[in-house]
């Protein structure tokens, strides 16, 4: 059974960071672009970063950029998302996606789905 697992999630104060970690279990994606997407109450899923298989190509949006880091062990199946100066907006669940086949923006291009893991910033 293929299995992301986030965890990191907390409550926090603006200015603060976190550090999101997504371990997979089942099988390898090593091969492949993961992704974080969050989602705040009552809004839609957004993509939040993107890696590519090796690490080589990252990809962020406007929103998060310069302050969020994505990354990648492969040894150890595991993706993080390093979130520094974080903002009341950035509260929501974020989400680790796997084995995209498409478009990384598109939440419906990946393939594999953690459970999520709450962030609330508190202003």
């Known amino acids: 059974q293929v299995q992301l697992v986030e965890s990191g999630g907390g409550l926090v104060q603006a200015g603060d960071s976190l550090r999101l970690s997504c371990a997979a279990a089942g099988r390898s994606f090593s091969g492949y672009t993961m992704g974080w997407f969050r989602q705040a109450p009552g809004k839609e899923r957004e993509f939040v970063a993107a890696i590519a298989w090796n690490g080589g190509n990252t990809y962020y949006a406007d929103s998060v950029k310069g302050r969020f880091t994505i990354s990648r062990d492969n040894a150890k199946n595991t993706v993080y998302l390093q979130m520094n100066s974080l903002k009341p907006e950035d509260t929501a669940v974020y989400y680790c996606?796997?084995?995209?086949?498409?478009?990384?923006?598109?939440?419906?291009?990946?393939?594999?789905w953690g459970q999520g893991t709450q962030v609330t910033v508190s202003s």
């Open positions: 996606a796997g084995d995209l086949r498409g478009g990384y923006l598109r939440a419906s291009n990946y393939e594999y």
